[in-house]
């Protein structure tokens, strides 16, 4: 059965405010250029640094480190293109990217799930990626879908498996974080491929994204890297995510910890440019804090200011930035912490306006999959929505006709105007929901009960039957070359 | 036990602003309200009110005490008040000086249940709570002056005076009541306030109380009320009015009209305190409500109501006098997701759009029930926000290039001195991420109530000279006999 899916309500910023100044901005970014010029970036990849060597990046052969003269990056950058498409399955999904719309997905590759029904705790399977692709299909707070958990049922394919998962499941645009390597990057391009109907077609709508990470302090990774280029080449959106840990792979200072993560970032995306001059790529940058005395990985301390000033970063080079909300380091749903944690950065990185966002419903540090947490962590964005919307005033919104109707010490029940807006008036939330006797449901219990409704209503359009053979031959000859596990 | 330091208050400094409403609207809102208070008018039971407004050209129904006011009176009234004054303390260090740059919060004040601190049963509130809630107040930054949290129900009829009683003894920081209502009540209170302040001249210069009056949804004002606020205004003790208009109960079902009635109201409420005191400090409070379409009850904090708080500091800004923002105010009943999901974002907006109060942290069940933890949650998440919108630091020790440098590609920055020196500066929440001997974490909520009795124990702020609290005990004894006998 097919329930009408809901449109994408993405956020729609009426305000704006500045976290770094134009100095400040200047200030960073000419640090990156030192850093790039001075200390340089190891690549350990011969792909790579021949690309460098062939644009006169100072490529050192043994230590792989590649320096850059300031002109080559400014020369490199210029190809950049500030604006994408991201597309769906379905082109009612496609995501223009643009000024003052965000679009946020899920968070992605967890490795454990709790099971909703038996509260039962066990690593993360395909059937999961699935499960919570139709989920987010469901939701309009979820623009794209990032495959929530691994599929660790899977060997080395599994990252293709979770690609199949997905776009079985979901009409919207996948963004994998996982595809490493150029031989499992082709499989990817030879699935999309399938789904968009032909290169030409892929390269127009990419219907996937890919976002590798950066090794800190100051290092690519190979697979990433080689990974990235055969996308990169065949027009899919590439991004560079840079995970500082301020006291251990980065500067205790988040001025040094920005500046160190932005020129891995820059580096990588400059080695793109060079290869596939104007492909489209992304920059991400996601702080983090080592706790002093156990050295664990913390994501919100006390005192993350700016945690956003990383998306005018982004900006600032002319790029698009994917920025992080939600991942709490809470450990389950529905407590003060998972919500006092994330329940800010909606806001907070709606007023600089990134272009994407990830990461709604795992918990743990991003590791944990409660599939009602999506739903929460929906309520959380729901709210911010509204509240950075522009405010209606216009006669019918003032009302000065109902108030003279009612004057001092009346009430507005009795009003043909209230009742033509209350609705509008009070948006519920998840905490304002009502049981049989009038009380107020428990928001985590009523979560749970969402997300089973949800699976067992909502079944997205499924692929062509073809294309779904075409995907699992694909999946078996992937995993005859890449090895079953 | 000696007594102990009070810390220094720690406001909301925000290097950041928002403006939500634009010129325009804000004309828009304020063309609306005069157009009330010209037209429809409040309710006003009170002669002596009703005369003071007749005697500066108000148009007053005598019989149906209602008072009209032409929109050239309003603006020239309203033009008197201060936009900044200062609130005194009874100690000099923690005077708040309003400036438009900072933010100061109060507990919430005015619940009638507590959870107790030793058995956790529900109970009625008593003045021991007031008491012991002002030493925990006095102790932490985030709260800049003091709401009597909880009702003294043991004292029925002077209750307010005897929550003055247990504040002033408690805590070195600004008292704000807001349940001395009628003129008698007042005259004892400011009696208190003088013996706090030494004598009429400092009393004025550094008021250390302040009074809160609630307006009555729609646009009518309470006798007693009016009254109490015209004897504060009389001693030079600032006093503020609140709006609560409910969205489609007695307020229109659209937001701008619910702004358009609750800014009436607070309006005419200003306009008769400057009218009899021309410059007496005076504050704006707009703390509206939605209401539930299906029980009529009343919530603080819908998806889109929450708007209201930012919009209310506008409005006050527009008018030229200082606001008391709502902030916190959860309608949880238990501090869990729900109280920290609805907490923090209208503190942080608020602070982005220039408040220079709000109130307040502690309560639940919109605004009824003391958790004492719940202040210690509260004050994290207003830790979260002050850190949020303070901006960084960009400068030669921050970005740390050299330090960069020496570490290189693939090294670590824990061992580097910048990082020692540094990492120490960042900050972390001393109630997320606690773990017990074993390495288990610890419940945030199970942390915050041993924080409270540690608090408790240890916490001792500096007594009030034995003179002084005679003084207060004679003027108690004889309010009790003259209002409770």
């Known amino acids: 059965m097919l329930i009408q899916r809901p449109a994408l309500e993405p956020l729609r910023t009426a305000y704006r405010l500045s976290y770094l100044n134009d100095g400040q901005l200047d200030a960073l970014q000419e640090a990156t250029l030192t850093i790039l010029e001075d200390v340089g970036v190891r690549f350990p990849s011969d792909k790579a640094l021949a690309i460098f060597n062939a644009h006169g990046a100072k490529v050192e052969k043994t230590s792989q480190v590649v320096k850059f003269p300031r002109d080559l990056v400014f020369q490199a950058l210029k190809t950049i293109p500030r ?44 059937a999961d990626v699935g499960m919570m692709a139709r989920v987010a299909d469901y939701l309009s707070s979820v623009a794209f879908y990032w495959p929530m958990v691994s599929a660790q049922d899977f060997g080395p394919a599994a990252p293709l498996h979770e690609m199949d998962a997905s776009w079985n499941n979901t009409v919207k645009h996948v963004q994998s974080e996982t595809i490493m390597g150029e031989l499992p990057a082709r499989y990817a391009v ?21 976002v590798v990470c950066t090794i800190a302090p100051l290092v690519q990774d190979k697979e990433g890297i080689e990974g990235a280029l055969v996308l990169a080449e065949a027009g899919i959106p590439v991004g560079f995510l840079a995970m500082p840990t301020l006291g251990t792979t980065a500067p205790a200072t988040m001025a040094g910890a920005l500046a160190m993560a932005d020129a891995e970032i820059i580096s990588a995306a400059l080695l793109m440019q060079l290869a596939a001059p104007g492909c489209p790529v992304f920059h991400s940058l996601m702080q983090a804090w080592a706790d002093p005395l156990t050295g664990s990985y913390v994501s919100y301390p006390l005192d993350s200011r700016a945690r956003y000033g990383v ?13 992080a909300c939600f991942g709490t380091d809470a450990h389950a749903p529905g ?39 999506l739903l929460l962590d929906s309520d959380l964005y729901h ?45 519920r939330s998840i905490t304002q929901e009502l049981d049989a006797s009038s009380h107020y449901r428990d928001p985590h219990e009523l979560a749970r009960e969402r997300v089973r409704w949800i699976l067992e209503n909502h079944h997205p359009e499924p692929l062509e039957e073809t294309k779904q053979r075409e995907l699992a031959r694909i999946l078996s000859a992937a995993e005859k070359e890449l090895g079953n596990g | 036990m000696g007594s102990s330091e009070t810390p220094p208050l720690q406001p909301i400094r925000p290097a950041y602003h ?130 009597p949290i909880v009702s003294a129900q043991d004292f029925p009829e002077t209750a307010p005076l005897h929550e003055l009683d247990a504040a002033f003894n408690n805590t070195v920081k600004h008292i704000q009541t807001e349940t001395v209502m009628g003129a008698e009540t007042a005259r004892y209170a400011v009696k208190m306030a003088r013996v706090i302040a030494g004598d009429n001249a400092t009393m004025r210069l550094r008021p250390p109380l302040s009074l809160l009056v609630c307006c009555i949804s729609p646009l009518a004002l309470d006798k007693d009320g009016l009254e109490s606020a015209l004897v504060f205004a009389e001693a030079g003790l600032p006093v503020g009015f609140m709006s609560m208009a409910t969205t489609g109960l007695t307020a229109p079902a659209t937001l701008a009209g619910t702004v358009v009635i609750g800014d009436a109201e607070i309006i005419s409420a200003l306009v008769l ?25 009343y919530l603080s904090s819908s998806r889109e109501g929450s708007l209201f708080y930012p919009v209310g500091a506008e409005m006050a800004h527009r008018w030229g006098v200082p606001t008391l923002a709502g902030v916190f105010g959860t309608d949880g009943q238990i501090p869990g997701w729900e109280s920290a999901s609805e907490a923090a974002s209208s503190l942080m907006l608020c602070a982005l759009t220039g408040a220079e109060t709000g109130s307040g942290l502690g309560l639940l069940e919109s605004c009824t029930l003391l958790y004492p933890e719940s202040i210690l949650l509260d004050d994290d998440l207003y830790q979260r926000v002050r850190v949020e919108v303070a901006g960084l630091e960009v400068d030669p020790e921050s970005l740390a290039l050299d330090v960069i440098k020496d570490v290189g590609p693939r090294g670590s920055f824990l061992k580097h001195r910048h990082t020692r020196v540094n990492l120490r500066h960042r900050l972390y929440s001393d109630l997320t991420g606690q773990t017990t001997a074993n390495g288990r974490l610890r419940d945030v909520v199970e942390v915050a109530r041993e ?5 408790l124990q240890n916490h001792q702020p500096q007594p009030l000279q034995a003179a002084q609290q005679n003084e207060l005990n004679r003027i108690l004894e004889a309010a009790d006999h003259q209002i409770g006998g």
Request: net charge negative.
């Open chain 1, 83 to 126: 604006y994408f498409t991201m597309a769906a399955r379905l082109p009612d999904f496609d995501l223009h990217l643009q000024d003052n719309v965000t679009y946020f997905t899920t968070d992605g590759c967890g490795v454990e799930t709790v099971e909703l029904d038996t509260g039962h705790r066990r690593p993360s399977c395909k």
């Open chain 2, 451 to 455: 924080k409270i009795n540690w608090i």
């Open chain 1, 335 to 373: 407590t003060w912490q998972s919500a006092a944690e994330p329940a800010l950065d909606t806001y907070l990185a709606g007023l600089v306006s990134p272009e994407i966002v990830t990461g709604m419903g795992l918990s743990e540090t991003y590791t944990l999959l409660y599939p009602e947490q």
């Open chain 1, 311 to 323: 998306v005018e970063m982004a900006h600032h080079w002319g790029m698009p930035s994917l920025a």
């Open chain 2, 18 to 147: 928002v403006r939500i409403l634009s010129d325009e609207q804000l004309g828009q809102l304020t063309a609306g309200v005069l157009q009330v208070l010209d037209e429809v008018g409040v309710h006003c039971p009170s002669v002596k009110a009703m005369n003071i407004y007749a005697e500066h050209g108000a148009r007053v129904d005598f019989e149906k005490q209602v008072v009209r006011i032409p929109p050239d009176i309003v603006k020239k009234t309203m033009s008197c008040a201060p936009r900044f004054y200062r609130m005194g303390a009874r100690s000099a260090a923690h005077d708040i000086q309003l400036d438009g740059k900072a933010l100061y919060c109060a507990t919430d004040g005015c619940g009638i249940e507590t959870i107790d601190f030793t058995t956790h049963q529900r109970r009625n509130s008593t003045k021991d709570d007031v008491a012991k809630m002002a030493r925990v107040a006095d102790y932490l930054s985030s709260i800049g002056f003091y709401w």
């Open chain 1, 190 to 210: 030879e699935m999309a491929t399938i789904l968009a109907g032909s290169r030409q077609e892929l390269r127009r709508r990419p219907n996937f994204s890919l």
């Open chain 1, 383 to 427: 709210r911010a929505r509204y509240y950075l919307m522009a405010l209606d005033i216009n006669d019918e919104t003032l009302a000065l006709d109902a108030i003279h109707a009612v004057g001092p010490g009346g009430h507005f029940l009795g009003q043909k105007h209230t009742r033509q807006h209350m609705r509008e008036a009070m948006v």
């Open chain 2, 273 to 297: 305190i400057q009218m009899a005191v021309p410059g007496a400090p005076v504050f704006h409070s707009f703390m509206p409500g939605v209401m539930h379409p299906r029980t009529g009850g």
